[in-house]
Each structure stands twice: as C-alpha cells, then as structure tokens.
C-alpha cells in the first residue's frame, strides 16, 4: 500500500508539474504577444513596471486556463444547435470572449485588448498550451497511457462493468482500393497497416502478422450508398447507381440525399426483416447509414428528424470540441487544409497536369472538412464507443476518397491522407488496449477508385450531350457539370442537419416530358425516358429513336449498354453491332470479357432491379492502364465496373475466421461481418424474414 500511495503522489506531482509548465509558457506567450501586437496590452495607460506587467500576464494566463477549462465545455454544449461548420468559425470568437473575461477578472484591471486582437490571442495561447502538453505528455512516457486509463474508469464507474466477450470495432477507409493500400505500406506511408500484416519494410527481417489482408468485388454500382447500405443492412436490392430515377415516384433518388438515404434504409429494412448489423448494442458514426444502431453521429439517415435524444446526429461533437484546445487545434487545421488544397491546386494548374478538374468554389472548405473535421470528430467518437465498452462500432473516414476524386486515388495529395489515417488507426488501436473489454479491429473499405480523364474532357461534350445528339435534339454548347465528392458532402448534410435544406424539391422531380433524364455515378451513366411508366425495351427505344442505340455504343468512350429486349429478356450492346443476350454472355461475354471476373453476374444482377434505367452506359475502360472515363468532373472515380474502383480490401484479424475465397458483393460482406459478431460470442443480429426463408 506504501508503494501505491507514493506511486499516486509521484502521478499528482508530476500532473501539477505539467499544470505549472503549461502556465509559465502561457504567461511568457502573453507577454511576447503583448510586445507584438498594437492593441494588446497587460499594463496601464500610463506605463508599469516589468514584475507588474508580469503579474498580469500570469493572472490572465491562469484565469483564461480555468475558464477554458470550467467554461468553454457549457459554451460547446450550448452552440451544439448551431451548424457545425458555423462552430468551427465560432471557436476562435468564443475563445477570444473567454480572454477578454480573464483579463477582466484581474483586480489590477490592467489587461485588455480589441476584441478582434484578443481573437488571435486566445488562439496562439490555446494552440501553445496543447503543444506544451503534448510534448510535456510525450517525455512522460506514461502520461497518455495514465489518461487513458482515467477515461475508462470513469465509464466504468458511470456504466456497467464491460463484458469479458470481445467487441469489434469496424473502421471504413472509403474508397481506398487494394492495390492502392499495399502500395502504401510498401512506399511506407501506413506503418499501422504493415505491422498488422506483417510487413516489416526491411528486407529478411520477419514480422508476425495479427490481421490477413484479402480483396473482394464489389457490384456493379460500386459506390457507397450501394455498399454501405448492402454491408451494414445486408441488403441493397434496387439500387442501381449512386442516383437514379424512378418512374413510378417520378423523383429522382441520390444516395447521399437525406430523404433518400431514409428511404433506402427503410426499403432495405424491409427487405431483410431485420434493423442491421449494428442493431445490438451498436454505433455508427460517419455512415450514410445507421446499420441500426442506437448510437450514432454524423449519420446521414437521421439528418432528416428533428432533434432528439434518439437521434443526436452530432452528439459526438461535444466529446472532442468540449476541450477547447483540441477545438482551437481543430480550427487551425481546417484553415490549414484550406490553404493546402489551394496550393496543390495552384501547383497542379502551373505545371498543366494531366487529367486535372476544376477545384475551385467550396471544394477547398468540402475537402478541409472530410479530412480534418470528420476525421477528428469520428476519430473521437470511436474512442469513446470503446470506452464505453459497445458491442459493435462501425464508422466511416472519407477522407482519402474526397481528396483522390480530385487529384486521383495515387497522387502525392492523396498519399499525405493516407498517412494521417494510419496515424488515427494508432491512436484508436491505442485505446484499444485501455477499453473495458478486448476489442478487434477490422479495417475494410466500400469501393476502390479507378483514374482516368473525364468523358467531357477527353471528347468535348458530356454524356447528355451524346444522348440528346442521338435523340435529335438540339445539343448546348455548355455541358452542365456534375457534382463530386459524394462522401464528404454527405457528412456535411449530416453535421449540418437541416430538414427541407438539400437544394430545390423540383430538381429531383422533373417534367414528365419525351426528354431523356441523363444521370451520371462516376463512370456509370443512366437515360431514362420519363414520360413512359415502365422500363423501355430496345425496340420501343429504336421506335422512338433510331440512332440512340447505335450512337452509344460505337461511341469509342463508352465500354458497353444494358437494355431490355422483348426477344431477349436484357442484352447487352457493345459497337459494330454488337448484341449478346444476358443469358449467353457465360460463352461470349463479348464487351464484358475486358471488365474481369464478376462483370457478367453484377451486369445480370442488375438487370434484375425494379428501377433500373431504359439505357445503362458504362464508360470504356482501359485493363492495361486500369483507366476509365468518368462522366462526373472526377479524375479518381467510382461507381461503374472497370480497373481497381472494384476492388476493395477486408483487413481482419488472424482471430476472426477467414473470408471465403471469391467474395463478392457488399451483401456478401455482411454476411462475413455478421459471422464475425457471432464468434465473439455476445448477442446476436437477429435473424431476419430471408434468412428464416431460406432455412
């Protein structure tokens, strides 16, 4: 008992230590800040002496300490019903209201600066604080280690004891391909990973994997609304693309529209007869999706619903911007990401790199948040699920497939994300090992991305100009741009939350008139003729339109089409008149031979879905340089078949049985991550309506 008393009040002396060095250092940053800037002062109008304006420089810097640390986490409690964007410009204004306090409060009544001065004040001096305490943290080796453990007492002593079943943990890296995360453990850039697989980086020198690393396929739409609502609800039947229209709605469905993504989860509810993977003591975080879950933030399902306890889209706001030094860091960041994005894309212009799109307007604030903003909070978030001894955690980082639609799934841009998400995988790993419970991790993603030109840059026009040319229709000379970045604007619409805010309600119900409704997913496009109630056959098509057909498919940048036959059932169109029906492309796959295994089964899959287009296009692919064309402004895309956007990873530990060889789908996924839960023996995802039917 000796020995724990003294070990507890070398802890205590060590923390007041840190306490006092992180003062002094704000005391002197006070002082240097006062000697700088104009309208910033610690002394009177009339002059006093050095110990004076010392004394004053320490009161503040202790005062703005305690406020920070008393204050700040009622004010982001507060300022949680405000858009979170709007709450990272508030940071820096409620940190400088909170330094004009603490120089109020001193008896001396010496302190005082402009308001927009005390701003920056209180910035450098929160920015200053963290790093000492960071530094002070990393010479003490086991600092970090003791918060850790304080954290997960806490949550113990709040909450029942943790189970002796193991939890898993479900970290997404959307849109990161295969191919593209073994390129980065070889380049070094993912430590985490290659110590998990056992990659050591030095040649003979062996490392003992804890985690196997296997590819599956995606389908044929492959994207995230289709391959989280498949992975996490088990079921994405009708969903064709990342958008596409219904006829008998008349409204077009977006995956990362609120209101659709409601829809999509409940058909898919539906469908399965069961809530989802997450549905048993589980939380999401970042998803388009809530897998069922009780616990979520940053969903985009639930952006929809007014707010509640139920549904706190943002409640894992307040456990990371509660600390205002994380939050001023935070802030510091975005705008550093802000300034990163414009410089890459300054460089890229000055050097005329090809293929290049534009990234300009919100881009650079759209990117700064996926990669900073929700990184952190779901980062955060993950922590504190672990802490908390959940069953079941599943999130999604979307940061390295916002930045690679942009500068391309292997470009230097993209590789830098890829190092600061290994660094988070650490962090979370870390906790892992304080958590109430054992936890596996595993790492997978939603989709790979292929590069390539854009269709518009490399031919001119885009594809509704291509389908309106071979309607006969009158063709613009300004191609109409489509928007990119679906992930991250995704959990900008979550952390927003803003019912009846996702653009005009009669751009997704358009005029049922004889013009075709051109709609683009990556390389993946779709035509559908709005004002005929059912699926187009190809000869009601060629009645209508007798060159549609034949211009499409000779076109050099288009692979193949999907249509209906009323001979055939669905045939498949490729150029020189080229026409398999889908049930003998097994003995000629004929333009499908190029797109790999899983392109015939993915193709007749979707034939099958009640809302699939009059035409399906996707775009020509090129297997030698794994180059597609997308139909969208992206040069790292997804969303159709064709090179490494259909080849994902699943990165499991060596524990956890292993996946069976040739999978493929995001259905098929689920069913691997619901084995998963089951071998850790604590409760399971209930059976739902198909299962029942197929035993």
């Given at each position: 008992m000796r020995g724990v008393g003294a070990g507890r009040w070398r802890r205590i002396a060590s923390q007041v230590g840190r306490s006092v060095t992180v003062w002094v250092v704000?005391?002197?940053?006070?002082?240097?800040?006062?000697?700088?800037?104009p309208d910033f002062r610690l002394q009177s109008p009339t002059g006093d002496s050095a110990t004076r304006i010392a004394v004053t420089a320490a009161f503040g810097a202790g005062a703005f300490g305690v406020l920070s640390a008393v204050v700040w986490p009622l004010l982001v409690r507060l300022f949680l019903l405000v858009p979170t964007l709007v709450l990272g410009l508030l940071?820096?204004?409620?940190?400088?209201?909170?330094?004009?306090?603490?120089?109020?409060?001193?008896?001396?009544?010496?302190?005082?600066?402009?308001?927009?001065?005390?701003?920056?004040?209180?910035?450098?001096?929160?920015?200053?604080?963290?790093?000492?305490?960071?530094?002070?943290?990393?010479?003490?080796?086991?600092?970090?280690?003791?918060?850790?453990?304080?954290?997960?007492?806490?949550?113990?002593?709040?909450?029942?004891?943790?189970p002796a079943t193991p939890g898993t943990v479900f970290l997404q890296l959307d849109g990161v391909g295969h191919d593209v995360l073994l390129a980065a453990v070889g380049k070094g850039l993912m430590p985490t990973i290659a110590r998990w697989i056992g990659h050591s980086g030095t040649p003979g020198r062996a490392v003992r994997p804890t985690h196997r690393l296997t590819s599956w396929r995606t389908d044929w739409s492959s994207q995230t609304g289709a391959s989280q609502l498949g992975i996490l609800h088990g079921s994405n039947h009708d969903v064709p693309a990342f958008r596409w229209y219904e006829k008998d709605r008349g409204e077009v469905m977006v995956c990362n529209r609120p209101t659709s993504a409601?829809?999509?989860?409940?058909?898919?509810?539906?469908?399965?007869?069961?809530?989802?993977?997450?549905?048993?003591?589980?939380?999401?975080?970042?998803?388009?999706?809530?897998?069922?879950?009780?616990?979520?933030?940053l969903v985009l399902s639930i952006a929809t619903r007014r707010r509640s306890r139920e549904t706190r889209s943002r409640a894992g706001y307040f456990a990371y911007f509660s600390d205002p030094a994380n939050a001023v860091r935070t802030?510091?960041?975005?705008?550093?990401?802000?300034?990163?994005?414009?410089?890459?894309?300054?460089?890229?212009?000055?050097?005329?790199?090809?293929?290049r799109v534009g990234r300009?307007?919100?881009?650079?604030?759209?990117?700064?948040?996926?990669?900073?903003?929700?990184?952190?909070?779901?980062?955060?978030?993950?922590?504190?699920d672990m802490l908390a001894g959940r069953t079941a955690v599943y999130a999604d980082l979307v940061a390295y497939d916002e930045v690679a639609h942009h500068s391309g799934p292997t470009s230097r841009d993209a590789a830098k994300v890829l190092e600061r998400l290994d660094r988070s995988l650490a962090l979370i790993a870390n906790v892992a090992e304080h958590a109430p419970r054992p936890y596996r991790i595993v790492v997978l993603s939603d989709h790979g991305q292929s590069r390539g030109e854009t269709f518009r840059t490399r031919y001119g026009l885009t594809l509704g100009d291509l389908v309106r040319a071979g309607c006969g229709l009158p063709v613009s000379r300004k191609a109409e741009r489509t928007h990119s970045g679906a992930e991250a604007r995704a959990a900008v619409r979550a952390a927003l939350r803003r019912p009846g805010k996702e653009g005009r309600r009669e751009q997704y119900r358009p005029a049922r008139d004889s013009e075709p409704i051109v709609l683009a997913s990556g390389n993946l496009g779709l035509v559908s003729f709005p004002d005929v109630d059912h699926r187009m056959s190809k000869e009601e098509i060629d009645a209508r339109h007798p060159a549609l057909l034949?211009?499409?498919?000779?076109?050099?940048?288009?692979?193949?089409?999907?249509?209906?036959?009323?001979?055939?059932?669905?045939?498949?169109?490729?150029?020189?008149?080229?026409?398999?029906?889908?049930?003998?492309?097994?003995?000629?796959?004929?333009?499908?031979?190029?797109?790999?295994?899983?392109?015939?089964e993915a193709v007749r899959r979707t034939h099958s879905f009640p809302h699939t287009?009059?035409?399906?296009?996707?775009?020509?692919?090129?297997?030698?340089?794994?180059?597609?064309?997308?139909?969208?402004?992206?040069?790292?895309?997804?969303g159709g078949l064709g090179g490494a956007q259909g080849k994902p990873f699943l990165l499991s530990p060596l524990a956890l049985s292993a996946p069976p060889e040739g999978l493929a789908g995001a259905e098929g996924v689920h069913q691997v991550l619901r084995g998963w839960l089951d071998e850790a023996g604590g409760p399971q995802v209930p059976v739902g309506k198909a299962e029942e039917k197929a035993a």
């Open positions: 704000s005391t002197l940053t006070m002082l240097v800040l006062a000697g700088i800037l940071v820096f204004f409620l940190n400088g209201a909170l330094l004009l306090l603490a120089l109020r409060l001193n008896p001396a009544e010496r302190g005082d600066a402009a308001p927009e001065t005390a701003v920056v004040v209180a910035a450098v001096m929160s920015a200053v604080a963290s790093a000492t305490g960071g530094a002070l943290a990393v010479r003490d080796d086991d600092a970090y280690r003791r918060r850790l453990y304080r954290l997960a007492d806490r949550r113990r002593r709040s909450g029942p004891v943790g409601v829809e999509l989860q409940h058909r898919a509810v539906e469908q399965t007869g069961h809530d989802g993977l997450l549905a048993v003591d589980g939380a999401s975080r970042g998803n388009l999706f809530s897998g069922g879950a009780e616990e979520q933030a802030a510091l960041s975005f705008f550093a990401e802000v300034g990163r994005e414009i410089g890459q894309s300054t460089r890229t212009r000055a050097r005329k790199e090809r293929p300009g307007g919100l881009y650079p604030l759209v990117r700064a948040f996926a990669t900073v903003v929700e990184r952190d909070v779901v980062v955060a978030a993950v922590m504190g034949t211009t499409l498919a000779n076109h050099p940048g288009i692979g193949f089409l999907l249509v209906r036959s009323e001979e055939h059932g669905g045939v498949v169109l490729g150029p020189f008149g080229t026409e398999i029906p889908l049930e003998r492309l097994d003995e000629n796959p004929g333009p499908l031979a190029d797109f790999g295994p899983g392109a015939v287009a009059d035409i399906m296009v996707n775009s020509w692919y090129d297997p030698a340089e794994g180059e597609v064309l997308a139909f969208e402004e992206q040069i790292g895309s997804h």
